[in-house]
């Protein structure tokens, strides 16, 4: 059968109706296939992983895995549903279900008081003709707020807080001794204690700045991302207990590595220093080399309100000029940061290369360290680039080992794309002066290559270790491009004369790498890079394996920066658990805190982009009614999206300012009533007329339709010149 020899046939994890009469290309409708992929469950030929959602018999391993695959959606009664709030303006909301094809909305008189990005149970209500799915919130499970920030009120018998947000729907009620010192009209952050009444009370935690200051807005963006940017009083309690020293009995425990050459590579103004390479000689003539991580684990124990705190954070944010660490500084800066010339605890993963850099042997365990020396990327580049210097031949073996790595992950349909990282030079009051793209050096692949060998290997053991009955592990997973958004993507590429192949995830990759490699030599081709990484599905931490697609592994997980991931903090636990033994988390407690690391992961990289957006508003605001070359870099229904050459920044053209009834004709191009286009990766020249601080939005004008031969180098020109 057609149909089944599709999803037998193709690396994808996963298949809609929708998506096989894409790929099929049959005149059948949406409920024909339905009817027949339904079938062929009943005949136990697929397995349905979730409501509308089938995936082939020979990805699921037992009995135990089928009856999981096919539990309904559904759970408190027949119309019940657990999903996250979307909110709008208006009040009303829609909530966000991973088994329904379409969101449930909800009006505003039915959110029960429900927030963004709460998890709550939705009952829905009846259907109307013609209508997508509505509901009403029966239950708030899980609040996404913690915090918020706002202006105070003061009264003479309670405090307001108005927030600052306006997908906030309510004010905070601040009991007289919750306000701290507080005065009335203060900017403060505020910790919900209490949703039981009409409008949820609190207690100030933070008094902050004047509004509109540079401080003020990084520290809205981590507050509204649901980071803390304090420690509870009972974490900085455990620190202070902490032992300073390292005693002869713990040393006793560890192989010891303090007489082999170790040092560190990282970023010029790091603090902590998370991981070190050692390497060695061995008197086989093989070469060891050392992917030493340090021992968070040691320190942070479970059940402690520091583990409790750095779970609730799950992960380090970077903003443009300040780190939201995970752990307090005595752990991240002092305790577990692997400093040159001392003594530190370590979880490593060694590796033994022979002469072919093959690997011949691996062992994983609890060590101890010296750091010889602390380089940073561009030191130690420079030593490798002139041949002499302190490590010169340290270094140089590294990078032949990492090369033969990183040319055999290749080998395997690894994805090649890179995607650029954007600088900030400020002054001292925080001012931007100039953004640039950081430069992407040898070393830094080198570094790369290694965590990926230590993260690879240590999912792998982990697999190998629970092959006759699963042992849960938080496995990090990437799963194959979205179908309909290849499909799109594929016409957009032939259309600028590069032909993709994607009938198969494998077919896909090598067609990505081809991309990347001719994006060297074609600027215009290089715009396609961004638009195929959009294709791609996000990568997440679970306990159901289905391989890393970008990567081209079948198990990796994160073992190699335990100070700023609590996923690592995980991997390590369990990886030590099972090299003394057989130790098995709870399955679903286990991929219930991986849902929650991911989903913290995501609200971190969220204030990350915050972050950099209002630096780029900020740096462009004195700028308003200036010129600057552009390239379109999105489409949709009410204009187009241009990203400005030099700061990267992006803003959007109205059709409405554009004239001659400009619309969008496909998913990468617009179109008018005369004929004209506007496209994906098109040069322009534009103006900016507007910039909103406060929603770090920027409005621009067309100067000219900048799509001549000429015009199209001098753009492509400046953007291969802020590659360097």
Same mark, same amino acid.
């Given at each position: ?168 729907? &309510? ?387 994160? &073992? ?165």
């Amino acid at each position: 059968m057609l149909v089944l020899e599709t999803i037998q046939k193709s690396n994808s994890p996963s298949w809609t109706a929708p998506q096989l009469l894409k790929k099929l290309k049959i005149a059948n409708s949406k409920p024909d296939i339905q009817r027949v992929l339904d079938g062929l469950v009943k005949h136990e030929k697929l397995a349905q992983k979730e409501e509308g959602v089938y995936t082939s018999m020979m990805r699921v391993k037992s009995v135990k895995d089928v009856e999981k695959l096919a539990k309904p959606a559904k759970i408190h009664g027949s119309n019940v549903y657990e999903g996250k709030v979307d909110l709008t303006r208006s009040g009303a909301a829609y909530i966000l279900i991973d088994e329904l094809e379409d969101d449930i909305y909800v009006p505003a008189r039915y959110t029960g008081g429900a927030m963004n990005k709460d998890i709550v149970r939705v009952d829905l209500l009846p259907p109307r003709k013609g209508k997508k799915p509505e509901g009403r919130v029966i239950e708030v499970v899980t609040r996404a707020l913690q915090q918020v920030m706002g202006t105070m009120k003061l009264y003479k018998r309670f405090g307001v807080v108005v927030p600052d947000r306006m997908n906030i729907q &309510f004010d905070i009620i601040i009991p007289l001794d919750k306000l701290g010192e507080a005065v009335d009209g203060d900017k403060v952050v505020v910790k919900i204690t209490d949703w039981t009444q009409s409008s949820p009370s609190g207690e100030v935690v933070h008094v902050l700045g004047a509004s509109g200051s540079h401080e003020l807005e990084m520290q809205s963006i981590l507050i509204h991302n649901g980071f803390n940017l304090a420690w509870p009083e009972e974490v900085l309690a455990e620190c202070k207990l902490l032992p300073e020293g390292i005693s002869e009995e713990e040393i006793a425990k560890r192989r010891d590595f303090r007489g082999v050459t170790t040092f560190t590579i990282d970023p010029i103004t790091a603090k902590d220093f998370d991981d070190a390479l050692s390497i060695q000689v061995l008197e086989n003539g093989n070469t060891e080399v050392g992917v030493h991580i340090a021992d968070v684990s040691h320190y942070v124990k479970p059940g402690t309100a520091l583990d409790k705190e750095a779970y609730l954070r799950s992960t380090s944010v970077y903003l443009v000029d300040r780190v939201c660490p995970m752990l307090p500084e005595k752990l991240s800066n002092e305790l577990c940061s692997l400093r040159p010339l001392e003594e530190s605890l370590c979880y490593s993963a060694v590796f033994e290369f022979d002469p072919n850099h093959k690997i011949v042997n691996r062992w994983f365990g609890r060590t101890i360290i010296f750091s010889d020396h602390r380089f940073s990327y561009e030191g130690a580049q420079e030593v490798m680039d002139a041949g002499e210097g302190q490590f010169v031949d340290e270094l140089n073996t590294l990078t032949k080992i990492a090369r033969t790595l990183r040319k055999q992950k290749y080998k395997n349909g690894a994805i090649t794309f890179e995607t650029d990282e954007l600088q900030f030079k400020v002054d001292e009051l925080g001012q931007t002066l100039e953004i640039f793209v950081k430069e992407r050096l040898e070393v830094h692949l080198l570094i790369e290559d290694f965590m990926l060998l230590a993260n690879r290997e240590v999912a792998t053991l982990m697999h190998e270790k629970g092959k006759s009955q699963e042992i849960p592990f938080p496995y990090r997973v990437h799963d194959v491009p979205d179908p309909d958004r290849l499909l799109d993507f594929q016409r957009f590429a032939n259309e600028l004369g590069f032909s993709l192949k994607i009938d198969t995830p494998k077919q896909v990759a090598q067609s990505f790498n081809k991309l990347a490699e001719a994006a060297k030599e074609d600027e215009k081709l290089r715009l396609l890079e961004p638009l195929a990484i959009r294709t791609m599905s996000k990568a997440i931490y679970t306990t159901n394996n289905i391989g890393h697609y970008g990567l081209a592994f079948a198990y990796y997980t994160h &073992f190699t920066s335990p100070i700023r991931r609590y996923s690592d903090v995980l991997v390590h636990r369990i990886l030590d658990a099972n090299l003394h033994g057989t130790h098995r988390e709870k399955k679903d407690t286990l991929e219930a805190m991986c849902k929650h690391i991911s989903d913290r992961e995501r609200a971190a990289m969220s204030a990350e982009r915050e972050s950099i957006k209002y630096k780029q508003m900020e740096y462009l605001k004195e700028k308003v009614g200036q010129e600057f070359e552009g390239v379109i870099s999105g489409v949709i229904e009410s204009g187009i999206f241009v990203e400005l050459v030099e700061s990267r920044a992006e803003g959007m053209i109205s059709f409405r300012t554009m004239g001659g009834g400009f619309y969008m004709t496909a998913p990468y191009t617009a179109g008018s009533r005369t004929g004209e286009t506007y496209t994906i990766g098109q040069p322009v020249r534009v103006r900016i007329i507007r910039i909103d601080m406060s929603s770090r939005q920027m409005d621009l004008e067309l100067v000219d339709q900048e799509t001549s031969e000429k015009g199209s180098e001098r753009v492509f020109k400046k953007m291969k010149g802020r590659k360097k």
